[in-house]
């Protein structure tokens, strides 16, 4: 049976949750189904959505499904007008592909339609939230989480920011087109899927650590995804269409996780923070992108290899008067993000505040980790799988997630350890180790 097809009930509800929310899913519709877009018309009439819109697609997305669909809905008495991102390069979630999206927009468009994968739907959900226009996405490829998500993480001014944006009415996949979509885009997905190993872990020291509210319904949903894609990796490798069917439904359930509780956290943890700093630094430097799930099944090597390093430490070890005496002033913090993070070191600045420098909260937190590390700290770090099961779930999958076979040097991937975590303020795995004052001794014992 379909891991989807525990949640289809649940889809276009409203229903209160044992962690005491009421949630909702907004999104309508999933389908995912052998000559898939002739339910584009279908869907755009039960849903009301009325008859003119705009198709936003890449030069790879516009022959492969964006012509047909155009073609499908003309065909019906539709309305539509097609926007090509057409970047010499992979398309940018950046200020740029927004304003040709803006560009091509209409206010008197009913709706929007993404066809494609993780940046084409995250910038559709942007100007769907800005326009108040619902949209759909008609995905290409099994590559990423996002195609739920409330949620468009945007390259601004050069920072990787998160921006409040909205669901998609319904998610459309075409089965056989997800298993011939090009290998890497595969693996990215199963990149991004891996990726929930550490970021369900840092969730919970999260709650741990800093009080963060939690869902264990979200987290139920994210951890059987993965379990189940696991059980089918060498399905997926071969494009078996149960396989594939089981990565996409993973992929969607994920970002159905983040819609519960409004925010990325369930799928979203320390490999993303180190995937975001990459990115950003590739972008500044203006070297070509890699896929956000490989980079992100390229950083889970290290974040497994992180929670395994410090699973053996002793509480006792923890001296918090010395770490308090040694710790770096916010003055001595800001020069050292003004020199790993260059031209948008303002905007980490921006992003993370002040608020870690305030009388007692340091000191705060390692009284907590010190009291819980035995009953809750411990467990959760020994939760996450050795780093040798995870490299045979990527080996399995048929990918070489190395830094040599991506082509990262290993000083930035140092980098990327040492400061992704000033990225965002929750707390993961990356600030556990920096506020035990150990980040560097473990980078260089986790090296790979």
Known sequence: MSVMFSYTSKLGTVFNCQCGRKHSIPLKSVVIQENAAAEIPVILARE?????????????????????????LASKGYNIKVCILNDDSEVKPDESS????????????????????GTINDL??????????????????????????????LLIKGFKRTYTAIHPVAIIADTGMLCSAPERMILAG???????????????????????SFCNTAMTMVK??????????????DRKPEGIKALMDALIISGIAMMLVGNSRPASGSEHHISHFLEMKYFIENRQPLLHGTKVG??????????????SIDPDSINIEQLIRERPGYDEWCKEVRQAFGP???????????KDWEPGVYQQRLYTIKQKWNEEIRPILLSVPPLKTVKEYLYKAGGDFSH??????QALIRQALLHAKEIRTRYTILGLASDLGILPQCIEKINM
């Open 48 to 72: 009301g959505l009325g008859t003119k819109g705009l198709i936003v697609c890449d030069q790879n997305t516009w022959p492969l499904a964006g012509k047909e669909i155009q073609e499908i």
């Open 298 to 311: 390229l950083a889970t090597q290290y974040t497994v290899a992180l929670y395994n390093e410090m699973a």
């Open 224 to 237: 059987n995804s993965v379990q189940h894609v696991i059980s089918r990796i060498t399905e997926i490798r």
């Open 190 to 212: 199963v990149g991004d899927i891996l990726g929930k190993l550490t970021s369900l872990a840092d969730w919970q020291l999260g709650v741990a650590v800093t009080g963060e």
């Open 124 to 153: 559709v959900r942007f100007i769907s939230y800005k326009t108040g226009k619902p949209y759909i996405v008609f995905a290409t490829a099994p590559s990423m989480d996002g195609y739920a998500s409330t949620v468009s993480p």
């Open 404 to 409: 040599a076979a991506l082509n990262i040097e």
């Open 98 to 117: 927004i304003t040709h999206i803006l560009l091509e927009f209409d206010p008197s468009m009913d709706f929007l339609l993404a066809v494609g994968s």
């Open 344 to 354: 948008i070191a303002e905007e980490v600045i921006k992003e993370k505040g002040r």
